[in-house]
């Protein structure tokens, strides 16, 4: 059951941000994991992941990205 519970959460954070979730690179000569995640909280549900050296930051935005 709790399987089932967490795939549909899931789902339903799927569908909602994919229609209001902004990202933004920030630059950097090597990405460090927790200063990323401290930068990109900042925002409104937001979320960092070094990728490639860049930190990644995903959060909520009011308008949908055009």
């Known amino acids: 059951m709790k ?3 967490n795939l549909s959460s ?3 954070l ?4 994919s229609e ?4 933004e690179a920030i630059g950097s000569s090597k990405c460090d994991s927790q200063r990323c995640t401290q930068e990109c909280y ?3 549900r937001g979320a960092g992941e070094c990728r490639n050296n860049i930190c990644i930051c995903t959060y ?7």
């Open 14 to 17: 799927l569908v909602l941000s």
């Open 3 to 5: 399987t089932a519970y």
């Open 60 to 66: 909520y935005c009011k308008q949908p990205p055009e």
């Open 10 to 12: 899931l789902l339903i």
């Open 42 to 44: 900042k925002e409104a």
């Open 20 to 23: 209001h979730t902004c990202q």
